[in-house]
Structures are given as C-alpha cells and as structure tokens.
C-alpha cells in the first residue's frame, strides 16, 4: 500500500508529461513482450525441427526430410521448403543456394518485425521527459518570483524535485527499451545465424548425396 501511495503522490506532483511517458512506456514494453514471446517460440520451433531433419540430412534421406518439412511450421521450415522444392529439378547446387537466399530475405523482415519501434520509443519517451523537466522549471522560477524571500529557497527546491520526476520517468521508460532493443536485436541475429547454419548443412548434405541414376533411354522396336 505503501508503494502505491509513493506511485500515486509521484505522478500527481510530477505533471502531466508524465503520462504520455508512461503511455509510451506502457506501449513499447508491450512490444517487447510480444516480440519476445514470438522469437522464443521460433527458436524453439526451430531447434525441434532441426533435430529432426540432422539425422535425415546426415542418412540422405531427403524424401523423408521433405514430407517432415511439409507437416511443419515456422520460419526454419520456410526456409527449407524453398530448397527441398528445387532438389529434383535444379541443375547446380547454386540454384538450390538462391532459392533459400530468396527465402532468408522474405524471413528476415518477419523477425525483425516492430521491433526497431522500441529504440524510436525510448527516444520519445527521453525527449518528453526531458521536455516535460524544462516546462516544470520555467513554472517554478515563475513561482518563485512572486514567492516571499523568506520562502524562495525551500520553494524553488521542491519545485525542482517535482519537475525532475518527468526525467526520471524518461530515462527509466528509455533504459528499458533499449534494453530490450538490445536483447531482441542479438535474439533476432542467433536466429537468421541459425537459418544460416541449417541451410549450409543442408546444402553440404545435398552435395554428398550420391547421384540419381539416369534413366536408361528406350529402344525403338
């Protein structure tokens, strides 16, 4: 109860721009969980899948490998789909390399998706702090020189206390976020690092497959 009265006398004497900061706080933490949860769940998709196809890739199995890709989901089965789809009719291996190439550019963008909003945010939510500090000082001096002498000291240093509150909420609403910029952005590269990965080791088991025996041409009559 304590901690909520702190909360409550803390944004009724820090003024208004501290809502919006909080609004902005609010909504980019809410990204962040978002996007947090979606990348866990892919990478999570990705590894279980992969450890799937490993033993296929490795055997040469590459009919099997394809019906499981084509019962699976997520990002590492786009990709591999793309692949698996050129095996019988590409010529050279690097036609099977550009098909999943084209199929990481498609994928990249779905991972990265919203979360370049959060480091926009923690720019926003600074700069309204910062901006909400400056209004809460010229409102203070204004108070101050109409105030008694005897009280301009202790009134001028409540008034700053107050309007520092603005900047406290905005540099704590944009350490968060980038953090979480900052973590999402280095899960969001473990990932594509690992599409990557999965595609070179499927294109080195593609190369070590043996060849298809050519079908023997017919005779005439």
């Known amino acids: 109860m304590h901690a909520f009265d702190v909360l409550t006398n803390f944004f009724k004497q820090g003024g208004f721009f501290l809502y919006p900061i909080a609004l902005v706080w609010i909504i980019g933490l809410a990204i962040a969980v978002e996007r947090f949860l979606y990348l866990t769940r892919i990478g999570r998709g990705n590894d279980r899948l992969w450890g ?3 033993p296929l890739f490795e055997t ?6 394809t019906t499981t890709v084509a019962a699976s ?3 590492l089965a786009q990709v591999m789909r793309y692949g698996m789809s050129r095996i019988y009719t590409a ?10 190439e084209e199929s990481l550019v498609e994928v990249v963008p779905q991972l990265e998706r919203r979360t370049h909003y959060l480091s926009a945010l923690a720019n926003i939510g600074m700069l309204m702090g910062l901006f909400g500090t400056v209004l809460g000082l010229i409102n203070a001096f204004a108070a101050v020189a109409q105030a008694n002498p005897a009280e301009k000291a202790s009134l001028l240093s409540a008034s700053i206390s107050v309007a520092m509150n603005n900047t406290a909420l905005g540099l704590l609403s944009a350490i968060t976020l980038l953090l979480s910029h900052l973590y ?34 017919g005779s005439a009559g």
């Open 184 to 217: 999402l952005e280095t899960k969001t590269t473990n990932i594509v690092d690992g599409l990557e990965v999965a595609s070179v080791k499927f294109l080195n088991a593609l190369s070590e497959r043996p060849p298809q025996p050519a079908s023997a041409p």
């Open 52 to 54: 799937e196809l490993q």
């Open 73 to 75: 989901e997520g990002v």
């Open 60 to 65: 040469g199995d590459f009919k099997q490998a």
């Open 91 to 100: 010529r050279r291996r690097d036609d099977v390399e550009k098909a999943m």
